[in-house]
T-cell receptor
Framework: DTEVTQTPKHLVMGMTNKKSLKCEQH?????MYWYKQKAKKPPELMFV???????INESVPSRFSPECPNSSLLNLHLHALQPEDSALYLC?????????????FGEGSRLTVL | SQQGEEDPQALSIQEGENATMNCSYK?????LQWYRQNSGRGLVHLIL?????REKHSGRLRVTLDTSKKSSSLLITASRAADTASYFC???????????FGKGITLSVRP
């Protein structure tokens, strides 16, 4: 099983809403990532978890709150977002811990903030 | 900040032709990777080449790496309409243990 599964596929939320994006992998990978991708742009790293501990936070605003409940799950909690936060949010995992090996991506969650 | 810079930004070819995409980068790397992304989908890893390797093949893909010129190329031979996608190079450095993606190349393969 080489899948990274993300839910929901699409999410529309208002600026006062609280929602969560979920990511799951069963490849035994110990590093998991959140990326943000705007249209026609490359993915931008947001967070890295290594062995369920946050190892990299790329100065992401606090309205994005990551959580890694266990080695297979990664959540991104969203609160008080802005319309400019609308984007494709990609989860990825890797078997290596240095973060520079092959990444396995999910299909993404398309977020629209109204 | 982006490390890799792909060239050209867009490429349109006929099915059956070869597609060559280039990537240049600025700092020393541990490895360079190529990913494909179909419209609105997740990225798919294509190939990884380490800094001590010069060429690598995988099916119809051939990637080269020239560390002296800080550049890489991805060749897709005998292209198919299904190869239509965006292609990103990504560089891995030991300094910060994270991948940095280039801006991407849009490849269109006409049937």
């Amino acid at each position: 099983d080489t899948e990274v599964t993300q839910t929901p596929k699409h999410l529309v939320m208002g600026m006062t809403n609280k929602k969560s994006l979920k990511c799951e992998q069963h490849m035994g990978h110990r590093a998991m990532y959140w990326y943000k991708q705007k249209a026609k742009k490359p993915p931008e790293l947001m967070f890295v978890y290594s062995y369920e501990k946050l190892s990299i936070n790329e100065s992401v605003p606090s309205r994005f709150s990551p959580e890694c409940p266990n080695s297979s799950l990664l959540n991104l909690h969203l609160h008080a977002l802005q319309p400019e936060d609308s984007a494709l949010y990609l989860c990825a995992s890797s078997g290596g811990l240095r973060g520079t090996g092959e990444l396995f991506f999910g299909e993404g969650s398309r977020l629209t903030v109204l | 900040s982006q490390q890799g810079e792909e060239d050209p930004q867009a490429l349109s070819i006929q099915e059956g032709e070869n597609a060559t995409m280039n990537c240049s980068y600025k700092t020393s790397i541990n490895n360079l990777q190529w990913y494909r992304q179909n419209s609105g989908r997740g990225l798919v890893h294509l190939i990884l080449i380490r800094s001590n390797e010069r060429e690598k093949h995988s099916g119809r893909l051939r990637v080269t790496l020239d560390t002296s010129k800080k550049s890489s190329s991805l060749l897709i031979t005998a292209s198919r309409a299904a190869d239509t996608a965006s292609y990103f190079c990504a560089t891995g450095t030991g300094a910060n243990s994270k991948l940095t993606f280039g801006k991407g190349i849009t490849l269109s393969v006409r049937p």
